[in-house]
């Protein structure tokens, strides 16, 4: 019995976790080779209603709330970690444009977003900085009726794939800090930009890279939120995101801890199953307590946004927690597989697919502050 998930939700989740186990889950280690996003895979989970659940009717989703995108989540996650990051940009993506987006503007980016006819970027690290994201460089500046952008972003997830952009630049001063930065939606195929791509140690069929800007021309409309103030609106959306990648990378955990216990328990070593040793056996208990604990406190932070409820700290919690939380576990997981999980394949796969959420989208000592902040009050917790 789960407090958070009722039937409905629980049939939601078996339903992504058949499609995850049939269509995603067979082209995890050639999507990692090939570093190849399969376009006709996120259609198909257009189709489905797979991404961005959440999403009210008119703005292209289904209006079933928070938890639902979090058992979708999951369920593609433990087939493929990549494969999940396109829901994760849809519902961050699709929440920021239709709550700050012109309708005739992002209607129709989240039409095709949500039928899996478009993926997405955000659009916010530079090269001089990443966890100080106020303090931003790239230039934004109103010519007419038009924005004009120049500048370059970096480490950006799904940079030379993505069809648009959510880019945060500065439109005020530099000493505005984050009072000074506008975000607006950018086409790819906009004139000017261009991308590179980075060679990652993981989720590499979804892949990160740059973002050059110069001269680069978007109409004003395109402007999410108001000017100057776009990073304090726009960022608001990025508790929701780190909830969903609690739930993401603890799937992808859950999914080694169940393969290793029935490893486990098959192999055998002086006459006895692998599991009738301590040594063996107490680890993954250890680590199967904790990955189902925190995945209570990453569906609690969805229970509280659907309930509109504060949920900043244990949206925090769940980022911070569930990332390092999944890499020990899977680390785990992969030294009780022995070579045969050391070796190329599934486990040291998603070894180095979870390893990259402890560094973007905000790394543990940010988190940690965001949660004293929380706590004790930014005038406590300045820096």
Known sequence: MNPYLDDDLQALAEHAAR??????????????????LDRELMREMGRMGFIAPELPQDAGGQGMGCLAAGVIHEAIAAADLSISYINLLASLNGQ??????????????????????????????????????????????????????????????????????????????????AHGVTALLVPCDAPGLTRSR????????????????ENVRVPADHRLGDENKGFVQVMQGFDFSRALIGLQVLAVARAALDESWEYAAQREAFGLPLTAFQGVSHPLADHDTQVS???????????????????????????????????????????????????????????????????????????????????????????
């Open 198 to 213: 980075f060679d990652c140690h993981g989720q590499r069929a979804i892949g990160r890279g740059s973002l050059f800007f």
């Open 96 to 177: 920021i444009l239709s709550e700050h987006g012109q309708p005739h503007v992002a209607g129709p980016w989240l039409e095709k977003l949500t039928q899996g006819e478009a993926l997405l970027a955000i659009a916010l690290t530079e090269p001089r900085g990443g966890s100080d994201a106020a303090n931003l460089r790239l230039r934004v500046e109103r010519v007419g009726g038009d924005y004009v952008i120049n500048g370059e972003k970096t480490s950006i997830s799904a940079a030379d794939q993505a069809d648009a952009a959510i880019v945060f630049g500065r439109t005020g001063s530099v000493e505005s800090g």
């Open 293 to 383: 604990a925190a995945r209570l406190l990453c569906l609690q932070a969805l229970w509280l946004k659907d309930h509109g409820l504060p949920h900043s700290a244990e949206a925090a919690m769940c980022k911070w927690w569930a990332p390092k939380l999944a890499y020990d576990t899977i680390h785990q997981c992969l030294l009780t597989h022995g070579h045969g999980g050391y070796d190329r394949g599934v486990m040291e796969q998603r070894l180095r697919d979870v390893l990259g959420f402890q560094i973007g989208d905000g790394t543990a000592q940010i988190m940690k502050t965001i949660i004293a902040r929380t706590r004790a009050g930014r005038k406590a917790v300045p820096i």
């Open 19 to 36: 499609f995850a186990q049939d269509r995603v889950a067979p082209g995890f280690q050639e999507r990692d080779r090939t570093r190849v």
